[in-house]
Each structure stands twice: as structure tokens, then as C-alpha cells.
């Protein structure tokens, strides 16, 4: 197995939509597919990637906006994964008419996610990552880690020298840091950090250098 991930910088706000895929199989899932579907597509299709999966950190719009599209090039359509305290959120098209947009509604999800459990490239495929159960952000966030290139796709959990928002419904500041906590600082400090915004970071960086983290260590 020879895992590669890309990243793409889409949307108006903007967003981070991975990809991430094995060079061997080219069996490839994408992370938070935002806007501008059509990018996302192509770029699979010029690595010579097969879609077999779409995969939510969670259900905000922002990171939701191309599932639809996304699912619905493909026959059958692609399965969806989701942790279900966040359905509230996906099945009102992630919020966008809070902020007055809209965006297409997908299909109810497939994918169950759940803490702990080990997801492949294509159903039934071999472990790549392992789902955290990342909540404070949104109440159903996850996060995806993949040890196999030292990397934790972590949403909007944690950004560089920053945190989530904990504003919107189902937001906490203190659940947030306790997330954190556990399960982003009990990794490796050069654990790649690939967020929903901005530039990748470590989990090092992070514990030395984010302000609204000092003096949060490990449990």
C-alpha cells in the first residue's frame, strides 16, 4: 500500500477538500467535499483515482456542499459516512440557510461512523484510518487518523494557532478542549494536522505554539 493524500483549497470561506488514495490500488475516498465538485472530480480522475467513498469530519455546509454532486456521479451512487449526532445538521443542507445559501441536499447517510472504527479505502477494504469522536465543534464531529502517513484529518476541531468556533448549535468551548485533549494531543508530536481551513500544522507545533492551548496537555 503506497497512501497519498491531496488537498485542494475550495469555495468562497475557503475550504480544505481531501483526497486520499493508494497509488497501488487507486482505490481513493474524499474528506469534506465543499464546493466546486467539479475540481474534486477531475483532480481524482487526472491522478487516475477511483472514488469509492465520501467521508465527513461533519455537517456543516461548508464541508458538506458537494457531497451531493459528488455521490451522484457515480453509479451507484457513493456511499456517504457520518457520525449520527450530527444528522440534525446534514439533513437541512448543513445550515446554509442560516448564513442564506443553499446547497444540494444528499442522500441520507450510509456510512455510520462511530469512535474507534477502522475504515478502508472501498468497502471491506483494508484499515487505512481510524474515526475519533471528536465533539465541541459540532456535537457529531470526527476526526480521521491515519497512522500509515502520520496524519489526522481533524475538521474544524483545530486549526494552526487556532481552535473550532463552538457559536453554532451543538458548539461547546469546554467539550472542545476536552476533545483536544484527548484525542489530538495524545498523538505523536509530529503528527500531521490537516484541517478544514488554512495551512497544515503538527500536533507539536500546536502544543507549543497555540494560544488558546497552553497548558493543555496530554490525559
Not at 46 to 58: A, F, K, M, Y
Not at 83 to 97: F, I, K, Q, R
Not at 160 to 176: H, Y
Not at 209 to 215: E, I, M, R, T, V
Amino acid at each position: 500500500m503506497n497512501l497519498k493524500f491531496y488537498r485542494m483549497t475550495l469555495g468562497p470561506l475557503p475550504n480544505n477538500v481531501y483526497l486520499l488514495g493508494d497509488q497501488d490500488t487507486g482505490d481513493a475516498v474524499v474528506i469534506d467535499p465543499g464546493f466546486e465538485s467539479q475540481v474534486v472530480l477531475r483532480k481524482a480522475q487526472d491522478l487516475g483515482w477511483q472514488l469509492n467513498q465520501i467521508w465527513l469530519t461533519h455537517a456543516h455546509f461548508d464541508h458538506m456542499a458537494g457531497a451531493a454532486d459528488i455521490a451522484n456521479a457515480f453509479d451507484p451512487s457513493l456511499p456517504i459516512g457520518l457520525h449520527p449526532a450530527d444528522l440534525d445538521w446534514y439533513e437541512n443542507e448543513g445550515g446554509a440557510g442560516r448564513f442564506g445559501m443553499s446547497i444540494p441536499q444528499p442522500a441520507s447517510p450510509s456510512l455510520i461512523l462511530e469512535n474507534g472504527m477502522s475504515l478502508g479505502l472501498k468497502t471491506g477494504g483494508t484499515p487505512v484510518v481510524s474515526v475519533r469522536f471528536a465533539p465541541g465543534h459540532s456535537a457529531g464531529h470526527v476526526m480521521f487518523y491515519c497512522q500509515g502517513i502520520k496524519a489526522l484529518f481533524c475538521g474544524d476541531v483545530i486549526f494552526r494557532e487556532s481552535i473550532g468556533r463552538t457559536d453554532l448549535p451543538g458548539g461547546e468551548m469546554q467539550t472542545l478542549l476536552e476533545t483536544i485533549q484527548q484525542q489530538v494531543f495524545s498523538l505523536p508530536d509530529e503528527t500531521r494536522l490537516l484541517s478544514g481551513h488554512g495551512p497544515e500544522s503538527t500536533v507539536g507545533y500546536e502544543r507549543a505554539h497555540n494560544p488558546f492551548l497552553q497548558g493543555l496537555g496530554p490525559i
